[in-house]
C-alpha cells in the first residue's frame, strides 16, 4: 500500500468515527462547533468571549480546548464560567474524531446545547480532519495577511463560516479587506464573513448566534471542500458514556 493509499485508509476510517459522533451528539441535541485558525490568531480570547456571551444569556454551552502541552487555554476559557475540557495531543498536530469521542467520555454535560471544540492552532493538518462537527469556522488575524486564504486553501474551502479576528488593529496592519474577501471567495465562492474583536466584543453576539442557528437547522452554506467529503457510510455508533 503506497503512502497516498495509507493517508486515505486514515482520513476514512477517522471520517466513520465522525460521522457516528455527529449522528450520537444530534440525538443528544448537542451540535458541534470546530474552530480551525494558525497560533495567535486570537482564538481563544474571542471563544471566551463568545462562552461568557452564552453564559449571560443561559444558552448551555461547553468546550473543548486542544494543545500540544499545558492546560493555559482552559484556565482561560473557565473563567467565562462554561463547563471546559483541556485535550492534550502530545505533540500531534491536529485533533482526530477518536481523540474527541474519548474526552467527551463521562464529562459532556447533559444539557449541553453547543459544543465548541478549539483545535491546535494549525491551518494544515486540522483542515483534512472531520471532528463530527456541524459548523466548522476558519479564523484569521488582520496581522496575517490578505492571501493566507490562498496558501491554506483547504482550511478556508472547508469553512462554513470564515472570521476575521483583532480588527481593531486592521489599519495599523494595513488591512486590505476588499483584497481579503475577494481572496476567500476565490476557494470558498459565497461563504459569509464575520468581522470580529474580542477587546470590543465586535462579533461576539453574531458568532453564538450562527452556532444556536445550526443546531437548529444544518448551516445554510455549503463549502466546496466539505469537512467530511469522503463519503464512507457510518458504522454502527456507540454510546458516548
Known amino acids: 500500500m503506497c503512502r497516498s493509499d495509507v493517508k486515505q485508509a486514515v482520513l476514512a476510517k477517522n471520517d466513520d468515527l465522525a460521522a457516528d459522533l455527529r449522528g450520537d451528539l444530534a440525538r443528544q441535541g448537542v451540535t458541534m462547533v470546530n474552530l480551525l485558525s494558525s497560533p495567535g490568531s486570537g482564538k481563544t480570547e474571542l471563544l471566551g468571549r463568545v462562552l461568557a456571551r452564552a453564559v449571560e444569556r443561559h444558552v448551555p454551552v461547553a468546550a473543548l480546548t486542544a494543545d500540544l502541552a499545558t492546560e493555559n487555554d482552559a484556565v482561560r476559557l473557565a473563567r467565562s464560567g462554561a463547563p471546559v475540557q483541556q485535550l492534550l495531543t502530545d505533540g500531534l498536530c491536529h485533533l482526530e474524531a477518536r481523540q474527541v469521542r474519548a474526552r467527551l467520555a463521562g464529562w459532556l454535560p447533559p444539557e449541553t446545547a453547543v459544543l465548541f471544540v478549539e483545535n491546535v492552532g494549525n491551518l494544515v493538518c486540522p483542515a483534512s480532519y472531520d471532528l463530527g462537527e456541524t459548523l466548522r469556522i476558519v479564523l484569521m488575524a488582520v496581522t496575517e495577511g490578505e492571501d493566507k486564504p490562498l496558501k491554506y486553501p483547504t482550511a478556508f474551502g472547508s469553512a462554513h463560516l470564515v472570521v476575521v479576528t483583532k480588527t481593531d488593529l486592521a489599519e495599523a496592519a494595513g488591512f486590505d479587506e476588499d483584497t481579503f474577501r475577494a481572496n476567500?471567495?476565490?476557494?470558498?465562492?459565497?461563504?459569509?464573513?464575520?468581522?470580529?474583536?474580542?477587546?470590543?466584543?465586535?462579533?461576539?453576539?453574531?458568532?453564538?448566534?450562527?452556532?444556536?442557528?445550526?443546531?437548529?437547522?444544518?448551516?445554510?452554506?455549503?463549502?466546496?471542500?466539505?469537512?467530511?467529503?469522503?463519503?464512507?457510510?457510518?458504522?454502527?455508533?456507540?454510546?458516548?458514556?
Open 184 to 241: 476567500v471567495h476565490q476557494v470558498n465562492p459565497g461563504v459569509e464573513i464575520v468581522q470580529s474583536c474580542a477587546r470590543t466584543g465586535a462579533g461576539v453576539g453574531a458568532l453564538l448566534d450562527h452556532a444556536l442557528a445550526a443546531r437548529d437547522t444544518a448551516p445554510p452554506h455549503r463549502p466546496p471542500l466539505a469537512p467530511h467529503p469522503h463519503g464512507h457510510q457510518p458504522t454502527a455508533p456507540a454510546p458516548l458514556a
